[in-house]
């Protein structure tokens, strides 16, 4: 799909790979709609990148929300072609630690909240005869992590719903990708629920080999152009194939 005057809409927007995404998407002619709870954070990113550009607060696991922002977006340019599903939060702890208050809430956000999204822009796909939707999984999931299983199995249901909507929206005209990222400098490890004093640990360790979320960003783009099923930055001795 050309980016050059889609309407993108970016979950997550307020910081990390999302906020690259949307400049990157801008960049290149992209109207952009950027979607998070931090309200001050997307209006001023809205302001920044220009091209008539949207903020909409939303928090994605309200599907009320979700269809506001959708049908703001819908009604501001006529037309929704491309979703990046891109907000999320870890969850670092023991299969013996894990609360599973806190594992239903990542679950809400790394996996049906995706679906919700990609449910409330699909009709509109659809009447286009095309869209794109990128969710972002993690590359974790290429791999197995100690302490990583709440956080890596809300990943893989969200890498299954993707593989499934890409084989049933093919038809349609919509291409599902899915995207996977390696390390990122992000606000990520910061967020984490449980044991965030580790995550922050992890963080100093892996600094010097994270990957910028610009690269990221530029990845998820061109997954939109190539309609691709999936890209990874994740290098080949972590279970991915990236060779950088």
Known sequence: MEIKDAVVIVTGSSSGISEATGRAAALSGARVV???RRKDR?????????????AVACDITRPEQVE????AAAQKYGRIDVLVNNAGQGLHATIEDIGIDDFKDVLD?????????????????????????????SGATLATYPGSA?????????NMLSSVARL?????????????????????YGAVRSELESAKEQEI??????????????????????????????PKDYGGSFEG
Not at 127 to 132: K, T, V
């Open 34 to 36: 950027l979607l998070a």
């Open 42 to 54: 997307i209006e001023a990113l809205a302001r920044e990148i220009g091209n008539d550009a949207l």
């Open 68 to 71: 506001h922002a959708v049908q």
């Open 109 to 137: 956000l790394n996996c049906v909240a995706p679906l919700v999204m990609m449910q409330a822009v699909i009709p509109h796909m659809r009447r286009q005869g095309a869209g794109s939707i990128v969710n972002v999984s």
């Open 150 to 158: 709440a956080y890596t199995s809300s990943k893989a249901a969200l």
């Open 168 to 188: 049933e929206l093919a038809d349609a005209g919509i291409a599902v990708s899915i995207m996977h990222p390696f390390i990122t400098a992000t606000e990520f």
């Open 205 to 234: 360790q892996t600094a010097s080999f994270a990957h910028p979320p610009e690269r990221v960003a530029d990845m998820i783009l061109e997954l939109v152009r190539s309609g691709n099923a999936q890209a990874d930055l994740v």
